[in-house]
C-alpha cells in the first residue's frame, strides 16, 4: 500500500495535495472533484457537531448532592435535576409553562425548547429558580404559574467591559477583581466598579501577575486569592534582559510585526520570579526570603497557580519550584506574614526530566494533619506518596502496580480518601482510557470505580458520596450516568448520547486500530479512518497525521467525537487517514514517553513508518 507522510496538520486542501503528489499513481484511479470536495465538507466538526445531542453533562451541585444541568437535544434543550437520594432524573421546571411566562413578564416571546439562558440558580427549598435576562435578575417557579423581576439590576457589560473582566480573577468571595494595570497590580469593587492600586515599582517587563506564555501570551492576571479574601499569592517577573522572539502577521494590508520574551535553550539569561504575597487591605507586599526561581508552565502553553497551595487559614503558601532543565522539583513553605521560607523536601530525576503529573499538578499538601501527598514516576509509572510535611520524610507509598494515576480529583482529610483518574492500570483496555478510582491515603482500599470499557470523564459531588460519570469511546457515544463515590455502584441513569441523525448522512466512526512500535514488540494505538464509500478491493494511499508530542499525541482524547478536526474530511477525498500515538507520547510509562528524549528529531517516525 503507497504511503503518504504527512507531517502537520494543514488545511484540508494542503494535505489533499502532498498526498497526491507523493503517490501518483493513486492520483490516476481518482481525479478528486468538486463533488468530493462538497462531500467532505459535510464531514468537517461545523456540520457534524449539531447533528448529535446529549453529548456531555456539566453539573452545578446544589445542596444535599443535588444537581441541575443543560442538556442538548434534538429539539434544542432542557434543563434537568437529578436527585440521588430518590434515585431520580427529571425536568428542573415545567419548560412549555416558564417559556410562556419568562415572555410575559419581559415582552419576549420564548418556547420551551429554546429559552434564553444557559445557567440558573436553584432556590433552597428547589420550588423556584432564578435567571438573569437583559441586564435583568427574574424568579420563576418551577411550576411555571409565574416569572417576576426581582430587586437589583444585573449590569449588562460592553464586549471591552467583558474582556476585562475575564483578564481579572475574583475573590472566593466575590467582592473584588484582580488585574494588572501597566505592569502593577489592582483591584476593583465588584459592586461599585471603584479601583485600588495595590503595587506602585511595578515597570515595563518586571511587573506583578504577568503571563509569559508566548505568542499565546495575554495580560491575565496570575495569581491566587487566599481563602479569606484577604491576600494574595503572585509573583514580581523579571524578563528585562531575556531575549525575544518574532512572529509576522500576513493578513490582509501590511504585516504586523510581534514581539514577546522568550528564552532559548542555552540562554544565560531567562525569564525568574520574585515570589510575592500581598494583603489587600494594607496593600503591603510580603517578599519570599528566597532568590528568584523558575516559573512552571502547568498546562503546557500558559502560565498558571496550579504549583501554588493556601492553607485553610491563609497564613501559609506552599509552591513547588522547577529548575531550568526541569530534573529537579522542590517543595517549600512561605510564612505570608513574613516571607520566610522553609524547604520540605525536593527530588531529582537526573537521567531525563521530571514530571510533575500527566496533564495536571497533582502534589497536595494536607494541612490537618500535616502531610503532603506526592506525584512522582520513580517506579516507572505515575504513582502517589505520602510524606511528613515537617520533616519531608517518606511515609509510605500510596498507589502501586501497573499503571499511572493520572488526576487527583479530590482528598479528604478527616476520612482519608483520596480520589483519583488513571491510564493503564485496567489489563487488556487501551492503555489511554481514562477510568475513575479511590484509595486510602494508607494504600488500602483501591477501588475501580467505572467499570465501562470507555474513556471516563466524571465529576465527583463535594461531599464525595456520588459522582457524575459520563464514558465513551472514538467509535461509541457518551453514555452518562450518576453512581456512588465509594463503591462505583450506579444509581441513576442520567443521558445517552443521539447520533441517529449523524449516521443518516452516512457517517462512520474512524476504527480503533493497535500495531507494533518500532522494536517489534511494544503496542501502539491509534485511529483508522476510511472514506465513506470505501471499497475494500482498492489501493488508498495513507496520509498520516502525526504529532508526535512529547506533551500528547497524534489521537489526543479517547473520548466520542462526531469531527476528529479534518481527518474524515480527508478520507472523503480517497485516503486511507492515520493517526497513531508512537513511543515518545505521553500517558503512557516513564519510560514509554523517554523513548527519544534528547533526540526531537526522532519524532516518533521510526513507529509511525512500522505502525503504516
Known amino acids: 500500500m503507497p504511503a503518504a507522510l504527512v507531517t502537520a496538520r494543514s488545511s484540508l486542501l494542503g494535505l489533499t495535495l502532498l498526498g497526491v503528489l507523493a503517490t501518483p499513481g493513486a492520483a490516476q484511479q481518482h481525479a478528486v472533484t468538486a463533488a468530493d470536495y462538497a462531500r467532505a465538507e459535510q464531514f468537517l466538526a461545523p456540520a457534524v457537531t449539531p447533528l448529535v445531542s446529549g453529548m456531555s453533562v456539566s453539573p452545578s451541585w446544589i445542596a444535599g448532592d443535588r444537581f441541575w444541568y443543560r442538556n442538548t437535544t434534538a429539539a434544542g434543550s432542557e ?8 434515585k431520580s432524573r427529571a425536568r428542573a421546571f415545567d419548560h412549555a409553562k416558564v417559556a410562556l ?49 426581582v430587586a437589583g439590576v444585573v449590569p ?27 505592569w502593577n497590580l489592582w483591584i476593583r469593587d ?10 506602585s515599582d511595578g515597570v515595563t517587563d518586571f511587573g506583578y501577575a504577568t503571563d509569559n506564555a508566548g505568542w499565546a501570551n495575554s495580560d491575565r492576571a496570575i495569581l491566587l486569592w487566599s481563602p479569606d479574601s484577604r491576600k494574595i499569592a503572585t509573583y514580581q517577573q523579571d524578563q528585562r534582559h531575556v531575549g525575544e522572539m518574532y512572529l509576522v502577521s500576513t493578513t490582509a494590508g501590511h504585516p504586523t510585526l510581534r514581539a514577546w520574551k522568550y528564552p532559548l535553550p542555552g540562554d544565560s539569561i531567562v525569564t525568574m520570579i520574585q515570589r510575592v504575597v500581598i494583603d489587600v487591605d494594607s496593600k503591603r507586599v510580603v517578599r519570599f526570603q528566597m532568590s528568584p526561581d523558575q516559573h512552571r508552565s502547568t498546562n503546557g502553553d500558559n502560565i498558571s497557580m496550579g504549583d501554588v497551595q493556601w492553607s485553610p487559614d491563609a497564613s501559609q503558601v506552599a509552591f513547588v519550584s522547577v529548575t531550568r532543565d526541569h530534573k529537579t522539583a522542590t517543595l517549600r513553605v512561605a510564612d505570608a506574614a513574613t516571607g520566610v521560607v522553609r524547604t520540605v523536601m ?4 537526573p537521567a531525563s526530566h521530571f514530571e510533575s503529573g500527566l496533564g495536571k499538578i497533582n502534589w497536595q499538601m494536607l494541612w490537618t494533619s500535616k502531610e503532603v501527598l506526592w506525584w512522582s514516576q520513580r517506579d516507572n509509572w505515575g504513582q502517589l506518596y505520602l510524606y511528613d510535611a515537617a520533616t519531608g520524610a517518606l511515609k509510605h507509598q500510596v498507589t502501586t502496580g501497573e499503571g499511572n494515576v493520572a488526576a487527583v480529583v479530590k482528598v479528604d482529610e478527616p476520612h482519608r480518601i483520596v480520589w483519583f483518574t488513571g491510564t493503564g492500570r485496567e489489563a487488556g483496555r487501551d492503555p489511554y482510557f481514562r477510568f475513575f ?22 465529576s465527583l459531588a463535594p461531599s464525595g458520596a456520588v459522582f457524575v460519570d459520563t464514558w465513551s469511546r472514538p467509535d461509541v457515544p457518551q453514555i452518562t450516568v450518576l453512581r456512588s463515590g465509594l463503591t462505583g455502584k450506579q444509581l441513576v441513569a442520567l443521558e445517552r448520547a443521539d447520533i441517529s441523525r449523524l449516521v443518516a448522512t452516512g457517517w462512520k466512526p474512524p476504527i480503533p486500530i493497535t500495531m507494533k512500535g518500532r522494536d517489534g514488540t511494544t503496542d501502539i ?20 497525521q502525526i504529532y508526535p508530542g512529547p506533551q500528547t499525541g497524534s489521537v489526543g482524547g479517547r473520548s466520542f467525537t462526531p469531527a476528529r478536526g479534518d481527518a474524515q474530511a480527508l478520507a472523503e477525498l ?12 505521553p500517558w503512557r510509562s516513564k519510560s514509554f514517553h523517554d523513548a527519544y528524549y534528547g533526540n526531537m528529531g526522532d519524532n516518533t517516525l521510526p513507529d509511525q513508518v512500522a505502525g503504516m
Open 525 to 544: 494505538y491509534g485511529l483508522m479512518f476510511r472514506p465513506s464509500h470505501f471499497d475494500s478491493t482498492a489501493k488508498y494511499p495513507i496520509i498520516n
Open 101 to 149: 411566562a419568562l415572555s410575559a413578564a419581559t415582552g419576549g416571546t420564548y418556547d420551551a425548547d429554546h429559552l434564553p439562558f444557559t445557567a440558573i440558580t436553584m432556590a433552597e427549598d428547589g420550588k423556584s429558580f432564578s435567571v438573569n435576562l437583559s441586564g435583568k435578575r427574574y424568579s420563576c417557579d418551577v411550576l411555571g404559574i409565574s416569572c417576576v423581576a
Open 79 to 86: 434543563f434537568i435535576i437529578a436527585e440521588p437520594t430518590r
Open 437 to 458: 478510582y479511590r484509595i486510602g491515603l494508607d494504600g488500602k482500599g483501591y477501588t475501580l470505580l467505572t467499570p465501562d470499557d470507555g474513556d471516563h470523564t466524571v
Open 190 to 199: 465588584v459592586t461599585t466598579g471603584a479601583e485600588s492600586q495595590l503595587t
Open 574 to 585: 480517497g485516503f486511507i487517514v492515520v493517526q497513531i500515538d508512537g513511543m515518545g507520547t
Open 156 to 182: 449588562t457589560q460592553s464586549a471591552t467591559g467583558r474582556a476585562a473582566a475575564a483578564l481579572a480573577v475574583t475573590s472566593p468571595d466575590g467582592k473584588r477583581a484582580a488585574f494588572i494595570r501597566n
Open 346 to 349: 525536593s527530588e531529582s530525576v
